[in-house]
């Protein structure tokens, strides 16, 4: 059973820089999944982030791509989240899923979320 | 990129009664179509990907079907824990990923 988990700070400044990391357990991050930020602000719908394969290769929503980087450390079994100059829009449920290649592009797993607030 | 439009924004429904949700792509997505299943204060769940195939452990009555621009989700028989937020996803149009707003159903 493959399960992944949020963390990082619940508060975060206007202007500053928002970092999270999601630990995978039950599963190699080398094993041939893609692995994905998705967010959801108070009360709307899902957003997807981006993506990151363990080779290397990266994808970013085109809204939010000059403010991401997604990265991954394969000796911790961990992939991250950075999100730069942050605004109250960007308070939200952050969540890290995964997807088989097979099926690219489809979210199998999900982390539990972690409630992220822009705030002074 | 890809907007998904779902209808309607809520259905009321009653435990026994079957439920339609209609999700609408802005193009052509072939069968690249995906349902999930979110609960207040959890996680989306898979239900449906490929427009039609069951996830893993998900219950017969859920099913899915469509093509193109236009696809369905069938609860046959809704049940007390499929009262949920329900959103659709499509994965044709590489690399961005778009979900629908939501359909959420609720008990009449």
């Known amino acids: 059973q493959v399960y992944l988990q949020e963390s990082g700070p619940g508060l975060v400044k206007p202007s500053g820089t928002l970092s999270l990391t999601c630990a995978v357990s039950g599963d190699s991050i080398t094993s041939g999944n893609w692995w994905t930020w998705v967010r959801q602000p108070p009360g709307k719908g899902l957003e997807w982030i981006g993506e990151i394969f363990h080779s290397g290769p990266t994808n970013y929503n085109p809204s939010l791509k000059s403010r991401v980087t997604i990265s991954l450390d394969k000796s911790k079994n961990q992939f991250f989240l950075k999100l730069t100059s942050v605004t109250a829009a960007d308070t939200a449920v952050y969540f890290c899923?995964?997807?088989?290649?097979?099926?690219?592009?489809?979210?199998?797993?999900w982390g539990q979320g972690t409630m992220v607030t822009v705030s002074s | 990129e890809v907007v998904m439009t779902q209808s309607p924004a809520t259905l009321s429904g009653s435990p026994g009664e079957r439920a339609t949700l209609s999700c609408r792509a802005s193009?052509?997505?072939?069968?690249?179509l995906a349902w999930y299943q979110q609960k207040p204060g959890q996680a989306p769940r898979l239900l449906i990907y490929?427009?039609?195939t069951r996830a893993t452990g998900i219950p017969a009555r859920f099913s899915g079907s469509g093509s193109g621009t236009e696809f369905t989700l069938t609860i046959s028989s809704l049940q007390s824990e499929d009262f949920a937020v329900y959103y659709c996803?499509?994965?044709?149009?590489?690399?961005?990923?778009?979900f629908g707003q939501g359909t959420k159903v609720d008990i009449k």
């Open positions: 193009q052509s997505i072939s069968t690249e």
């Open positions: 996803q499509q994965y044709s149009q590489w690399p961005t990923w778009t």
């Open positions: 899923a995964s997807g088989p290649r097979e099926v690219y592009g489809t979210f199998h797993i």
């Open positions: 490929g427009a039609s």
